[in-house]
């Protein structure tokens, strides 16, 4: 299976693709691909695009376009459920839960997390330096309204 760090974006931006057409054909659909098709799901805005073919696959979702970019905010949903699933960094799971609970629904709750994430990996790219665990999970748990 590959690994999203190993691929391109037009390998991984096809992935999505594909994963979304194989869901909305009934297909059979690997684990990697029934986890991608999930996150899409959930976003009915993005549905077209994703469905479109070659065109919005290879356009540059910059932010001065005004437009978000659908293939990272999906990814980002990826990043925060594989972190909640191994609890890494740790911790990251309780907050999720108390997210959800704070919240009442996940998706809601991964939007906020998600906008933790973004800011941790805009610090690091910034600084160039790799994200500071102990400050994303920080901000998590003043976004869950837990105290340290």
Request: glycine share 8%; hydrophobic share 40%; charged share 25%.
């Amino acid at each position: 299976m590959p690994f999203f760090h190993e691929m391109g974006r037009d390998r991984l931006r096809a992935l999505y693709a594909e994963a979304w057409r194989r869901h909305r054909e009934r297909l059979p659909l690997e684990p990697l691909h029934a986890q991608i098709a999930a996150v899409i799901e959930l976003h009915p805005e993005y549905h077209a695009v994703i469905g479109s073919g070659s065109d919005a696959l290879e356009r540059d979702y910059t932010p001065e376009s005004g437009n978000t970019n659908p293939f990272l905010h999906l990814g980002l949903h990826l990043a925060i459920r594989e972190q909640v699933g191994t609890d890494r960094p740790a911790g990251i799971g309780a907050v999720h839960g108390a997210l959800t609970r704070r919240l009442g629904d996940r998706h809601a709750a991964e939007h906020r997390m998600i906008e933790c994430l973004a800011e941790a990996l805009w610090q690091s790219q910034r600084t160039g330096q790799p994200p500071d665990e102990a400050a994303y999970l920080a901000a998590l748990k003043r976004a869950a309204g837990i105290g340290d």
